[in-house]
């Protein structure tokens, strides 16, 4: 079983929809990094959580330490939302252990 | 400011050849590590570093050598490619231990 699992695998919705995606992991943390990778690209950090909730923009990303599990969340989904969205473990860039990550796409 | 920079974005290998993944980053991060991303793997981490002259092995480091003899570079090197080395490999930078990580744009290796 991998220490960090995302739900789901894969996501197809519609523009405008709100989009969920969950993330939960076995041992504690000290930070939690959500990432977004688009077909044949590089891997971009659009947060990284200790406690909370943080949000920039559309995207708004929560962590629950007690029940070890995040959210990422996406508001008035749009096409150019279309990536795989990969959450991680860890501490910086070091030893992060990532989850298998959500394929979303949005559909006009 | 280029961030993380991978060289090469491609690369064809044979079988038993040698070569070198070059990573630089111009942020002054002291950690860097190297992961590769396979199909239905996810990313797995090859080897980090915590700053200049220490390194360590990740999950899967067999095949790999890493080295830092300064902040700004961290290359893999592959000994003796082998077909298993087939992947993307990704590397990374922070600059402290609970800080955001940025990526390079990815290295598409095939060894035949």
């Known amino acids: 079983k991998n220490e960090v699992e995302q739900s789901p695998q894969n996501l197809t919705a519609q523009e405008g929809e709100f989009i969920t995606i969950n993330c939960s992991y076995s041992?504690?943390?000290?930070?939690l990094h959500w990432l977004q990778q688009h077909p044949g690209g590089g891997i971009v950090s659009l947060f990284m959580?200790?406690?909370g909730k943080k949000k920039h923009g559309r995207l708004i990303a929560t962590i629950n330490i007690q029940e070890k599990h995040s959210s990422l969340h996406i508001t008035a989904s749009h096409p150019r939302d279309s990536a795989v969205y990969i959450c991680?473990?860890?501490?910086?860039?070091?030893?992060?252990?990532f989850g298998q990550g959500t394929r979303l796409t949005i559909n006009p | 400011n280029a961030g993380v920079t991978q060289t090469p974005k491609f690369q064809v290998l044979k079988t038993g050849q040698s070569m070198t993944l070059q990573c630089a980053q111009d942020?002054?991060?002291?950690?860097m590590s190297w992961y590769r991303q396979d199909p239905g793997m996810g990313l797995r981490l090859i080897h980090y570093?915590?700053?200049?002259?220490?390194?360590d092995q990740g999950e899967v480091p067999n095949g790999y050598n890493v080295s830092r003899s300064t902040t700004e570079d961290f290359p893999l090197r592959l000994l003796s490619a082998a077909p298993s080395q087939t992947s993307v490999y990704f590397c990374a930078s922070s600059g402290q231990v609970n800080t955001e990580a940025f990526f390079g744009q990815g290295t598409r290796l095939t060894v035949v």
């Open positions: 942020m002054n991060h002291e950690y």
């Open positions: 959580l200790s406690s």
């Open positions: 991680a473990r860890g501490q910086g860039a070091q030893k992060l252990v």
């Open positions: 041992v504690g943390i000290s930070a």
């Open positions: 570093s915590v700053g200049a002259g220490i390194t």
